[in-house]
Nanobody, 111 residues
Framework: QVQLVESGGGLVQPGGSLRLSCQASGPIYRLGDMGWYRQAPGKQRELVATITPDGRTNYADLVKGRFTISRDNGRYTVYLEMNSLKPEDTAVYYC?????WGQGTQVTVSS
């Protein structure tokens, strides 16, 4: 059993930045691809970004050029750097490594 714990969410103004972290309870190189998803109120959970064990990344079109996913296998941690945040980025952000999910961290973008 692997636990994923997200942190770093909060309230930020439009145009601001946040860095989310996902701390795994064990070596993440064993988990394969890891990713960030988000779910806004009344909407389905959607993919934000994924990263392979060797660092290849994939992004949803809505966040390309603004968000950056990275992983530190030695620290058992995956990050999501979010810049130029927009109100429509408001959601609960979840860390995922199949079949495990974190509990989510709230990101609110509002003035």
């Amino acid at each position: 059993q692997v636990q994923l714990v997200e942190s770093g969410g909060g309230l930020v103004q439009p145009g601001g930045s946040l860095r989310l972290s996902c701390q795994a309870s064990g070596p993440i190189y064993r988990l394969g691809d890891m990713g960030w998803y988000r779910q806004a109120p009344g909407k389905q959970r959607e993919l934000v970004a994924t990263i392979t064990p060797d660092g290849r990344t994939n992004y949803a079109d809505l966040v390309k050029g603004r968000f950056t996913i990275s992983r530190d296998n030695g620290r058992y941690t995956v990050y999501l750097e979010m810049n130029s945040l927009k109100p429509e980025d408001t959601a609960v952000y979840y860390c995922h490594a199949n079949p495990y999910w974190g509990q989510g961290t709230q990101v609110t973008v509002s003035s």
